[in-house]
């Protein structure tokens, strides 16, 4: 495509509800990201894939989320038993290969809201 | 540990004035440097980035931005804002070598006067 898609774009879930973000990297991207941004706040670093390979997962907050990305192209973040904590905008990124100087893309983010 | 501090929360300027975003960056090596713009509901659109070369860098929309090593900074500049220009705008740091996990600042929000 010619962007980064992700869905939902919002979603409210109850806490204690497992949720799943999807994100659509730009085609042939290697690289993909996922960062969270509270209000107010700048992104922050949450999970990094190269391809199907999950190489940093050291920003996840807790064991409540995991993230994959089985064939190397869409991603999806799970977070389960949600908490109000976890209310937050989830952006998605990619890149071809953000070492050698590509830019980093992101997408609109998933506005999580839990309640 | 690499950190970004944007000292500025809110900045407001009128329309035609020149705008400056003050950027610096905790970093043992040298880093790269970035800035993206954020519109109100959507994601980070990049501005310009800093990998090595010229210290001065053009971007799109009209900025550009200057790496100072000696003062760990990289500073955002505009001649002459725009009020299309009223976003929320954040400078962050990746590592070289690396440069997949960036690290951002805590934003600066610009308000254009008209």
């Known amino acids: 495509g010619a962007g980064v898609s992700q869905s939902p774009r919002y979603k409210v879930a109850k806490r204690g509800q497992d949720v799943a973000l999807r994100c659509d990297p730009i085609?042939?991207?290697?690289?993909l990201f996922w960062y969270q941004q509270a209000l107010g706040q700048g992104p922050e670093f949450l999970t990094y894939f190269q391809n199907e390979a999950q190489l940093d997962k050291s920003g996840l907050p807790s064991d409540r989320f995991f993230a994959e990305r089985p064939e190397g192209s869409v991603s999806t973040l799970k977070i389960q038993r949600t908490q109000q904590e976890d209310s937050a905008v989830y952006l998605c990124a990619s890149s071809l290969n953000p070492s050698s100087g590509n830019t980093i893309y992101f997408g609109e983010g998933s506005w999580l809201t839990v309640v | 540990a690499q950190s970004v501090t944007q000292p500025d929360i809110h900045i407001t300027v009128s329309e035609g004035a020149s705008l400056e975003l003050r950027c610096n960056y905790s970093?043992?090596?040298?880093?790269?440097l970035f800035w993206y713009v954020q519109s109100p509901g959507q994601g980070l659109q990049l501005l310009l980035k800093?990998?090595?070369?010229?210290?001065l860098v053009q971007g799109i929309k009209g900025f550009e931005a200057e790496f100072k090593r000696s003062q760990s900074s990289f500073n955002l500049r505009k001649p002459s804002v725009h009020w299309s220009d009223a976003a929320e705008y954040f400078c962050a740091v990746g590592a070289q070598g690396g440069g997949n996990k960036l690290t951002f600042g805590t934003g600066t929000q610009l308000k254009v006067e008209l």
């Open positions: 970093y043992g090596a040298t880093p790269y």
């Open positions: 085609s042939g991207h290697v690289s």
């Open positions: 800093y990998f090595s070369g010229d210290t």
